[in-house]
């Protein structure tokens, strides 16, 4: 399951209520589920900070606490929807409590930069990355053609279709 925008919230909101259907969780420029209660709390977050990341809200469920692995990508300078990554005022998202983190790694794609952290399982498996995507605030590595996307960045899709083919779930 992926999405964007709306569609990444609905997305990570889809994953924390069905753990057992969904294998994997792309998410794009988007809220993490829990993040938000209503419409007027996102409007409050998307124009300008008020709402529950207002003032370094400690809600429960700001970060990813799911067992469904997960790849996020959002652009450091996103101006609608903040950063998942970072939560509200630099808190970070986490994970399962067993993970561990390979630690950040700054690249450069064709255009941007960008530094990607994976979290592993008890077992090494990635479990969540972050992709913070520099200078970026569209879809990472979409066609000039498109709208709402950045062919400089490192492509998205791809990196999720990679993560998603690593955690396949055999449905019987």
């Not at 993490?32 to 207002?54: E, N, W, Y």
């Not at 630690?103 to 399982?121: E, I, L, M, N, V």
């Not at 999720?160 to 083919?165: A, D, Q, T, V, Y």
Request: positive net charge.
């Amino acid at each position: 399951m992926a999405g964007l925008s709306a569609g990444a919230t609905m997305a990570t909101t889809l994953a924390m209520i069905y753990p057992d259907i969904f294998a994997a969780v792309g998410v794009h420029s988007g809220l993490l589920h829990g993040v938000v209660k209503s419409f007027p709390d996102a409007l409050g977050v998307m124009q300008g900070g008020t709402g529950p990341l207002a003032g370094g809200n400690k809600a429960k469920g700001a970060g990813w606490a799911s067992d469904v692995p997960a790849i996020m990508f959002h652009g450091d300078r996103d101006t609608t929807v903040p950063p998942p990554q970072r939560g509200s005022r630099g808190r970070p998202v986490q994970h399962i409590a067993s993970s561990r983190s390979d630690g950040s790694a700054r690249q450069r794609s064709k255009g941007r930069g960008y530094t990607c952290t994976t979290h592993r399982d008890a077992s090494g498996k990635p479990c969540l990355e972050q992709w913070r995507i520099h200078g970026g605030m569209a879809w990472s590595g979409g066609s000039k053609k498109g709208s709402y996307t950045d062919p400089q960045g490192p492509d998205a899709a791809r990196e999720m279709l990679r993560f998603f083919c690593q955690h396949r779930q055999i449905v019987s």
